[in-house]
Nanobody
Framework: QVQLVESGGGLVQAGGSLRLSCAAS????????MGWFRQAPGKEREFVGR????????DYADSVKGRFTISRDNAKNTVFLQMNNLKPEDTAVYYC????????????????WGQGTQVIVSS
């Protein structure tokens, strides 16, 4: 079992930045690939990006590429989502997820989920 707790959400103006954190506990964090997803009201949960357990390889959804960066600190059992140049369409609840494999771009690829943190971007 892996327990995940997100933090760092809030209200920010368009063009601003936020950094989300996801603290993991329960298992060896370095053995998990970590994904970030988001869900806006009335919409499906969508893939934001992931960082794989090996070599820290990342990939991102086209909608956030160049603006968002995922990193991890295995010593602190934490994964980060740095969000720059935020847009109103980035408003959503953001979730982190863990997978003992390499994750993927679909929610079903992940076994464990956090409770989410709200991000609101005002125009």
């Amino acid at each position: 079992q892996v327990q995940l707790v997100e933090s760092g959400g809030g209200l920010v103006q368009a063009g601003g930045s936020l950094r989300l954190s996801c603290a993991a506990s329960g298992q060896t964090f370095s053995r998990y690939s970590m994904g970030w997803f988001r869900q806006a009201p009335g919409k499906e949960r969508e893939f934001v990006g992931r960082i794989m357990k090996s070599f820290g390889i990342t990939d991102y959804a086209d909608s956030v590429k160049g603006r968002f960066t995922i990193s991890r600190d295995n010593a602190k059992n934490t994964v980060f989502l740095q969000m720059n140049n935020l847009k109103p369409e980035d408003t959503a609840v953001y979730y982190c997820a863990a997978d003992p494999g390499y994750g993927g771009s679909t929610a079903t690829s992940y076994n464990y989920w956090g409770q989410g943190t709200q991000v609101i971007v005002s125009s």
